[in-house]
């Protein structure tokens, strides 16, 4: 029998269609605004809380959809966003620094759907609103902070060794030890094979020189930890932020992108993103006079800094402890109400501060707040990026007493600023500078009235395509349009199974789909047309037109795949989008138009004489 | 062609943001938004260069910086709508930013000019693999021509060139050459079936023979199209101005440049004459 299907090809291309429709169907359920609130404390169990917080939430009268417990945060759904938004900010007052307060777009997709694990498609940015941030990571920065870890290192190494050295100093290229005396260079190139191994020695023509410089390999690691621990700090300060699903992946080898769905507030998201600020605790030097070094005569361990007033102090060279060596911090004021940030170090900071703190009672120390500021600039036509590390003396307090783990800092300038900075000491710094080299925000009216036109365009597309191919090629048009619907249907559960993003180009490429698809289809009935010309009979002509047709379609489709996996490889965020969508439409669009439309065809002509085709 | 190519040489393409870097911003407003005013107020505060238009709608504005020297580009924004709210009486609602640095640009057209390139190759090598080199020196220069014209359109009409139309340009090479490999496949076929027909009279014959599923198909291309043209939003105007363009100059390149091209540079029956099996694969496919 010519055309006819096995029974099971039947089942499979039915089943097929009965999975596709389940898993698109989570895409017609709307989404509830939300608030997300989870504990950043795993001592407090988030069930004692859920009351007060359903409370807090009755007590503004702001009506609630829903409340869920789940394992580790509470979800209460909300009518809309205005209603969201308002309770997200009396939950945020509320609640305090231990919980994290996130807006969050809830679906209302039925349990059996989701036992299923079928989800709705994820919405990009410009469908759904927010922030999308590319960021670069300056790795010379971290090299150069690296060099200068190192040049510690060196001088430690040499002091706990007895090593007799006139200077150890970093120039852009060498790390370079002075000896005082030659002798001591057998000892001093043993000890730096022995304890500084991942330094490449090189032995100048001075003979009481050594230079040193920090291998490849080991440069190579500095950068790639860079963007590791960039990465880190970055994801737990957006957590502080409050974003539910926010994206944090690294794209190339020193950008990382920084996706903040339904965050408006951009300045706050940059300010808490981008700066670098951290804090260095250092001892004053008060042998030396600061007057002096400013014409020029710094003594070897010391550095100049200035105060925020803009007088000139000299500082110990020798760090304390630095930023990442806090665990927690919490913002507040001291007893006389000025602005404050309270810190608490790790193990090795708290045994520094120790023993420094016991030596140095009723001397000054200072606090040093540092952050890096990156300009693009145009010089001559030229772009020069432009890099300033700004270093300031906070505050000078004296030593009272001896203090380790927790202690307080003050000298800010506003209550602001001591938010910020704590909630940046408890994410911990950024391992290097980052500077934006991007960004794209779209407003959340913005989104809905792309996710709008998209739908709209689609809809009008799509008739006009099903009009027009039943207009030309009557019962067979007609089933190539079920071919079509189909098709629209595996792309969207494929999507959603994928968890792919949805973009407005992702709708474009859909609807491109649409009109692209049933290409194949106009390929088979345009040759069996012509083989009825040619005088074939009917049932012929349909197994001679799928057949003859099927080599053009597979050329003509590759071709299209090659190109859009091109797309797929080269093109970045909405961009990738359309190339997904492309892509699976593409190899959806063969299944469908080929296969479905001659299931139905032999469903209707199959198994009988037929005189005439309604094509 | 040549109208496409001069334009090109001398009015250049307008490139958007993502490509020069820069800054973007648009502002919805309930009324009609009175764009001179907003002109002037920016024009006061620095941005003289900055220029201001409607987009889509009376109401929506579109403002668009050039990379600044001097200033921290991240501010730039914050600073532009604190003075437009300051002289219009409604705050204006923040629609989009989009900031791209000159070093995000930079690599930006770097990613797309190499796109086109990989895809030429990709292309070239299939379609010397499944037909012949001429075949597919024909298809690329036939496909250089569709992308060429377009730009020229983009060019001509000094609209502006943005990532989007960059995949649309893409979209249209894998369009344009599904169309052309349409009637390839005829040809090959009609080279195998008529033995004995010129060259030139089987070419015919393929074009003629596929013409009517030709236009179909691009009717319905064009349909959807349309329809995305119309309302799809100003967001994706420019991409779908870019595909419909495309649309009508792939079909007609696939009709009168794939396959005269192929036969310039002297196609002839013998070089389709390898006999390839695609009945084997045929049989396993419904």
């Known amino acids: ?615 | 062609m040549i109208i496409a190519i001069a334009s090109l040489a001398i009015r250049g393409l307008e490139m958007g943001i993502d490509f020069t870097g820069g800054t973007l911003i648009e502002v919805g407003y309930q009324k009609a938004a009175d764009v001179t005013a907003l002109r002037k107020t920016l024009g006061e505060i620095g941005f003289a260069d900055a220029t201001v238009q409607n987009f889509g709608t009376a109401k929506d504005v579109l403002i668009r910086l050039k990379p600044r020297e001097g200033v921290n580009s991240n501010d730039l924004s914050s600073q532009v709508l604190e003075a437009i709210n300051k002289t219009t009486a409604e705050p204006a609602s923040v629609r989009r930013v989009e900031f791209v640095g000159p070093q995000v640009g930079d690599d930006l057209a770097e990613d797309g000019f190499l796109a086109l390139l990989y895809s030429t190759l990709g292309i070239l090598i299939y379609i010397a693999w499944r037909f012949e080199w001429k075949f597919s020196l024909g298809a690329v220069i036939a496909t250089f021509h569709d992308v060429i014209v377009t730009l020229g359109v983009f060019s001509i009409f000094q609209l502006e060139f943005d990532l989007t139309v960059l995949a649309a340009i893409l979209a249209l090479i894998g369009y344009s050459l599904n169309d052309t490999i349409v009637v390839y496949d005829r040809i090959r076929e009609n080279f195998r079936d008529m033995r004995d027909t010129p060259t030139e009279d089987i070419m015919n014959i393929a074009v003629n023979d596929t013409l009517s599923r030709t236009i179909m198909t691009s009717a319905t291309v064009f349909l959807v199209l349309l329809a995305l043209f119309i309302w799809g939003g100003a967001v994706i105007h420019n991409f779908s101005i870019g595909l419909l363009f495309g649309v009508v100059f792939g079909t007609y390149s696939s009709i009168f440049i794939a396959s005269p091209m192929a036969l310039i540079l002297g196609i002839c029956p013998e070089d389709l004459m390898v006999p390839i099996k695609e009945g084997s694969e045929m049989d396993q496919m419904p």
């Not at chain 1, 093109?571 to 063969?590: D, H, P, R, W």
Request: proline share 3%.
């Open chain 1, 1 to 615: 029998m010519q055309n006819h299907f096995p029974l099971w090809k039947n089942i499979l291309i039915l089943a097929i269609f009965f999975i596709s429709l389940v898993y698109a169907l989570p895409n017609l359920y709307s989404e509830d605004p939300s608030v997300q609130i989870s504990s950043n404390l795993t001592t407090v169990t988030l069930k004692d809380q859920s009351a007060r917080i359903e409370a807090a939430i009755k007590a503004a009268a702001l009506p609630t959809k829903a409340f869920e417990t789940k394992d580790k945060q509470i979800l209460a759904r909300f009518n809309n966003t205005d209603d969201q938004l308002k309770a997200a900010d009396i939950l945020r007052d509320q609640l305090g620094n231990d919980y994290t307060v996130a807006l969050n777009l809830a679906p209302t997709t039925p349990t059996w759907l989701r036992a299923l694990g079928a989800d709705a498609m994820y919405l990009g940015l410009d469908l759904r609103g927010g922030v999308h941030f590319l960021l670069e990571v300056d790795m010379d920065a971290a090299v150069k902070q690296a060099e200068e870890r190192y040049t510690d290192d060196v001088r430690t190494a040499l002091r706990t060794a007895k090593i007799r050295y006139l200077a150890v100093v970093k120039d852009p290229d060498f790390i370079k030890i002075k000896l005082k005396a030659i002798e001591d260079k057998p000892a001093l190139l043993a000890l730096l094979s022995k304890e500084l191994r991942t330094l490449n020695v090189t032995e100048p023509a001075a003979q009481d020189q050594v230079w040193l410089k920090i291998s490849e390999l080991e440069v190579r690691d500095i950068k790639k930890s860079a963007v590791a621990q960039n990465m880190t700090t970055l994801r737990n300060r957006v957590n502080q932020l409050g974003v539910a699903e926010p994206v944090i992946q690294q794209q190339g080898e020193n950008r990382i992108v920084v996706q903040l769905p339904g965050v408006q507030d951009t300045t706050r998201a940059k300010e808490i993103l981008g700066t670098t600020a951290t804090l260095e605790y250092r001892l004053v030097d008060t042998e030396h006079d600061a007057q002096q070094a400013l014409q020029g005569h710094v003594p070897v361990n010391s550095k100049l800094y200035y105060e925020k007033n803009g007088a000139p102090i000299l500082l110990n060279r020798r760090i304390i402890v630095t930023g990442d060596q806090i665990v927690d911090s919490s913002s507040g004021a001291d007893e006389d109400g000025r602005p404050s940030v309270n810190i608490t170090l790790n193990g090795v900071g708290a045994t520094k501060m120790g023993k420094l703190t016991q030596a140095n009672v009723g001397k000054p120390m200072a606090v040093v707040f540092i952050e890096y500021k990156v300009d693009t600039k145009i010089v001559n036509g030229e772009k020069v990026r432009h890099k300033e590390k700004v270093e300031k003396v906070i505050s000078v307090a004296t030593i009272n007493g001896v203090f380790s783990k927790r202690f307080q800092t003050t000298g800010l300038d506003s209550p602001q600023e001591a938010r910020n900075l704590s909630l940046m000491l408890r994410a911990g710094a950024l391992a290097a500078p980052i500077d934006i080299v991007e960004e794209r925000t779209v407003g959340p009216s913005l989104g809905q009235d792309n996710i709008n036109k998209g739908f709209l365009s689609f809809i009008i597309g799509f008739v006009a395509v099903v009009l027009f191919m039943v207009v030309f090629y009557r019962m067979f048009g007609l089933i190539a349009n079920l071919a079509l619907a189909f098709n629209v249907v595996i792309v969207v559960s494929i999507l959603s199974m994928l968890q792919a993003t949805l973009t407005l180009p992702g709708i474009a490429g859909i609807i491109l789909t649409v009109g692209m698809s049933v290409d194949a289809n106009v390929l088979i009935f345009e040759r069996i047309k012509e083989e009825i010309r040619n005088g074939s009979s009917p049932q012929t002509s349909i197994f001679a037109g799928y057949e003859k047709a099927f080599a053009t379609i597979l050329d003509s489709h590759v071709t299209n795949l090659v190109v859009a996996i091109v797309l797929f490889a080269f093109g970045t965020g909405s961009v990738k989008g359309f190339a997904v969508t492309l892509i699976i439409g593409i190899l959806s669009s063969m299944f469908t138009a080929i296969t479905g439309t001659r299931m139905v065809i032999n469903w209707i002509y199959g198994h009988r004489k037929v005189e005439k085709l309604s094509i």
